[in-house]
């Protein structure tokens, strides 16, 4: 059974139960900065929870995208996701726990075609706040769970809400299914072997916001079952990944890497999946809230992937699988194709010098826990005493370098050891403070020029490169480059010196189209169609799909990330310093920008 028919045979199950199917809330909630993300299918639905009319009546289905990030640490386990689809079915103070529990083993049993004896099932235990829920006790054993599969639990298992400090909440009933070889044994709380599938929860209760529960004016029924999870077990494998919905996303993973590091693979599969979906619902990556979601879900895949031997460039070649596996049910994915492409490759770049940084520290960090060897950058130790790696050093990268501080994080958590976070907070804090008095502000406007020139830089080699080849002829290749505030380096295949006049006639030539105010653009375009203009600079092609392309206004046409100036009047006058050999049939020239 594929997962799509698993969500058509959700669907019909409770139309023919008298649901009316609506259509899923955006991933994003519209107008409400308070909420960054739709959680659970219930979220849209509170003022209904609350008793509010709904336009659909009181028995509703349907399949929402949810994004959860409390979980991101257990991705890479068998079941947890960032991304999912939550199918749920909801009474509006309409049936009860007898009916719902009802039709959940029914659909689980009939439909799904679960064995019965693989099920186990938790209720709420009770507590000061509720009852322990006997009625649903009851329910379950007339319905012919044995009773030493029904395991009572506490509030931490067995209650859920309010979604954020008040709101619908209640005790809750899961369903449990046993994964493992040979007869079931042990109880959900007990044995890991146990996933849950299904949750049912009774939201009779409303949380105030000074922490009371009160009872709601009508008894509604909430349920969720994620479809990345029952599709595993329907499909008998032990972990979503080898499911239909994974599944040729993750085999394109497998076959690029040369790891077999299980974990890492996940993470890239479960997080771009999640970012392709952020995107497409108009999220653009930033330093806040929902944009920083995204950064960091791009970031930590792009670190997972280099971690793994990827290459660059693959995230558009899965993204790609992805749209085609789910713009059936999600068109917005195919709506916003390039866009997609385009941050992803976007944010790649972008966190290249971040992420190559990270891996030098997570060496670094290896080395000195191995070795005992406390390192140093200048007098600032890399590891403390105690496994406890310092929060300076990860500040003073940041400072230097604009190492994202929580993948530094991450990767002292990955290997076992302990942040002094105490001491970041302590330092970033200070540094705060400095800058504020300074002031000249020199520390942000320092790091603005650097990046500003170092942009300059770009553009200029593309111009570079170009102009070489009309003076030296198409044979001409870059071979390499080298970008800083100071100058730009760059390396290029020829079997001879220049002459004075080729040196100057290039300057030349960069600078003539510099004073022309050529606006610089690029264009995220087919692999086929990207090679049919010509362009030039494209290394490592076959496995892209898409590709993006710099166009200086139609002189220049270069495979690159960028990013660029926008126009060619923002670079000032470039400057070749030298020219020189770098080995054998390769020249070297500096550059100045002024
Ligand atoms: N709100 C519950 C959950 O998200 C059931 O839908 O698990």
Redesign the pocket.
């Known amino acids: 059974m594929t997962s799509s028919e698993i969500r058509k045979k959700y669907l019909k199950f409770f139309e023919s139960r008298g649901h009316k199917i609506i259509p899923p809330a955006p991933l994003v909630p519209k107008d409400d900065p308070t909420t960054l993300f739709t ?4 979220q849209p639905l509170v003022p209904f929870l609350l008793g509010e009319e709904h336009p659909q009546g009181k028995r509703l289905v349907n399949i929402q995208p949810c994004l959860r990030t409390d979980d991101i640490d257990e991705v890479g386990d068998a079941t947890h996701n960032t991304f999912l689809e ?1 199918m ?1 079915n909801w009474s509006l103070g309409d049936y009860w726990k007898k009916e719902s529990l009802e039709w959940s083993l029914e659909f689980l049993t009939e439909e799904l075609k679960l064995p019965k004896e693989k099920l186990a099932v938790t209720i709420f235990a009770g507590d000061n706040d509720a009852p322990r829920d006997d009625e649903s006790m009851e329910i379950w054993k007339s319905l012919g769970i044995p009773e030493d599969r029904i395991s009572p639990l506490g509030r931490k298992d067995n209650w ?2 309010p979604v954020g400090n008040s709101g619908p909440c209640g005790p ?1 009933s899961e369903i449990f299914f046993w994964t493992g070889e040979g007869q079931p044994k042990d109880s959900p709380g007990e044995n890991p072997l146990w996933v849950e599938v299904w ?1 049912n ?1 009774f939201m009779e209760y409303s949380k105030t916001s000074d922490g009371k529960y009160e009872p709601l004016s009508q008894q509604n029924v ?3 079952m994620g479809l990345e999870r029952i599709t595993a077990v329907v499909q008998g494998k032990n972990n979503v990944y080898e499911t239909d919905i994974f599944k040729f996303l993750y085999e394109a993973i497998e076959e690029r890497t040369k790891t077999s590091e299980v974990k890492s693979l996940r993470v890239i599969a479960d997080h771009t999946r999640a970012a392709t979906f952020l995107i497409a619902s108009g999220i653009e990556p930033g330093n806040v809230e929902r944009g920083y979601v995204l950064r960091r879900l791009v970031r930590r895949a792009v670190r997972a992937a280099y971690r793994s031997g990827i290459e660059r460039g693959f995230f558009t070649e899965l993204a790609k699988i992805i749209i085609n596996k789910f713009s059936a049910f999600y068109p917005e994915l195919k709506e916003n194709e390039n866009k997609i492409y385009e941050t992803l490759m976007e944010e790649e770049d972008r966190f290249q010098e971040p992420v190559n940084r990270i891996e030098l520290y997570k060496q670094d960090l290896e080395i000195a826990e191995k070795e005992g060897v406390i390192k140093k950058i200048g007098t600032i130790p890399i590891l403390k005493e105690n496994k406890v790696a310092s929060g300076l050093y990860v500040f003073e990268n940041y400072q230097t370098y604009g190492t994202p501080p929580d993948l530094a994080q991450d990767v002292v958590e990955e290997l076992g050891l302990t942040f002094d976070k105490e001491e970041f907070d302590r330092v970033t804090k200070e540094h705060q403070q400095k800058s504020r008095t300074a002031a000249s502000g020199k520390f942000a406007g320092g790091l603005a020029d650097h990046s500003d020139k170092v942009i300059k830089g770009h553009t200029a080699t593309h111009l570079l490169h170009r102009a070489l080849r009309d003076v030296l002829g198409e044979d001409v290749h870059q071979t390499g480059s080298n970008i800083n505030p100071e100058r730009v380096r760059f390396d290029f295949t020829y079997g001879k010196k220049m002459t004075e006049e080729e040196v100057n006639k290039v300057e030349e030539i960069v600078n003539q189209k510099i004073s022309e105010d050529l606006q610089v653009e690029f264009r995220i375009m087919p692999l086929e169609e990207a090679k049919k203009t010509q362009a030039i600079g494209l290394f490592n092609e076959k496995y892209l799909d898409y590709v993006k392309v710099y166009f200086i206004g139609d002189y220049s046409k270069e495979f690159c990330g960028g990013p660029h100036v926008s126009n060619t009047s923002e670079i000032g006058r470039v400057k070749i310093t030298k020219e020189e050999s770098a080995g054998s049939g390769i020249r070297r020239i500096y550059a100045t920008i002024e």
């Open positions: 959680t659970a299918g219930m939550m749920g859920w809400g809750d949750n929860v909430d349920t969720g």
